[in-house]
């Protein structure tokens, strides 16, 4: 597998993994500093476009990372208990653990697998935020409201639910996760709320009212990123 996926010892390679269509290709082309469009982007659509694990660059001026667009899970062509084993994720440094709407049976199979190998460094973030939010405010809103033809009360009112639904969507999320995580034996672990175009600012050092957990993500890749090559040096 490590020939397969051209690994070497001299970088860091981290996969991004999940359930089908939870947005694993924009979020590798949003931390990459990348568009959907941009010409060395990964390709995305509403249905599973990634049908082999893909490699791609990190085009940071002398980055030493590679990311990994991996298949989605719990498709007919990969069950949940294959996943794992026939991708080969066990050797990556890093797996991303992307879930979308809820936690699936994928998401969870993927991270007790990742609990037998303690080199694999595991974040799990929850991705399409934006959407999430603005589907559940649109749902406590009046039938027909526009907000981009709202008079300036109605306006004022989809901003309040909206600033209420935000901070329910977070609590409800972080609370979720770990409560899938106790039931399922697995340790706590942090989840970071992120939508695509919030991490894309993020990662190109400018800010995003949309952002909730992109700038920690970030700082805290970046800190594993540092640690392990460091350690990689001193091995």
Same mark, same amino acid.
């Given at each position: 597998?490590?020939?397969a996926?051209?690994?070497s010892?001299?970088f860091?390679?981290?996969?991004?993994?999940?359930?089908?269509?939870?947005?694993?290709?924009?979020?590798?082309? #949003?931390?990459? $500093?990348?568009?959907?469009?941009?010409?060395?982007? #990964?390709?995305? $659509?509403?249905?599973?476009?990634t049908?082999?694990?893909t490699?791609y660059?990190?085009?940071?001026q002398?980055?030493?990372?590679?990311?990994?667009?991996?298949?989605g #899970?719990?498709?007919?062509?990969?069950?949940?208990?294959?996943?794992?084993?026939n991708?080969?994720?066990y050797i990556?440094d890093c797996?991303?653990v992307?879930i979308d709407n809820?936690?699936s049976?994928?998401d969870?199979?993927?991270l007790?697998?990742?609990e %037998?190998?303690?080199?694999i460094?595991?974040?799990i973030?929850?991705s399409?935020?934006? %959407?999430?939010?603005n589907n559940?405010?649109l749902d406590?809103?009046?039938?027909?409201?526009?907000?981009?033809?709202?008079d300036?009360?109605?306006r004022?009112?989809?901003?309040?639910?909206?600033?209420e639904i935000r901070r329910?969507?977070?609590?409800?999320?972080? %609370?979720?996760?770990?409560?899938?995580?106790e039931?399922n034996?697995?340790?706590?672990?942090r989840v970071?709320?992120?939508?695509?175009?919030?991490?894309?600012a993020i990662?190109n050092n400018s800010p995003?009212?949309? #952002?909730?957990?992109?700038?920690?993500?970030?700082?805290?890749?970046a800190e594993?990123?540092?640690r392990?090559?460091?350690r990689?040096? %001193?091995?």
């Amino acid at each position: 597998m490590k020939a397969a996926y051209h690994y070497s010892p001299d970088f860091l390679h981290i996969a991004v993994v999940g359930s089908s269509g939870g947005g694993k290709s924009s979020f590798i082309n #949003a931390v990459r $500093g990348l568009s959907n469009n941009d010409p060395i982007a #990964a390709p995305t $659509g509403i249905v599973e476009t990634t049908d082999a694990v893909t490699r791609y660059t990190d085009p940071c001026q002398d980055s030493k990372i590679f990311w990994y667009d991996v298949p989605g #899970a719990g498709t007919p062509n990969m069950p949940d208990w294959q996943y794992f084993n026939n991708l080969g994720l066990y050797i990556f440094d890093c797996i991303i653990v992307l879930i979308d709407n809820r936690f699936s049976d994928s998401d969870l199979a993927i991270l007790q697998a990742c609990e %037998q190998f303690t080199n694999i460094e595991v974040f799990i973030v929850r991705s399409k935020s934006d %959407q999430h939010i603005n589907n559940m405010v649109l749902d406590r809103m009046p039938r027909g409201f526009d907000p981009f033809h709202a008079d300036d009360e109605s306006r004022s009112r989809f901003q309040q639910v909206k600033s209420e639904i935000r901070r329910e969507f977070i609590d409800k999320t972080y %609370q979720n996760v770990q409560t899938n995580l106790e039931s399922n034996n697995i340790p706590p672990k942090r989840v970071y709320i992120v939508c695509k175009d919030a991490v894309h600012a993020i990662w190109n050092n400018s800010p995003s009212p949309m #952002a909730i957990d992109e700038e920690e993500l970030q700082n805290d890749v970046a800190e594993y990123v540092r640690r392990r090559l460091h350690r990689n040096v %001193q091995n």
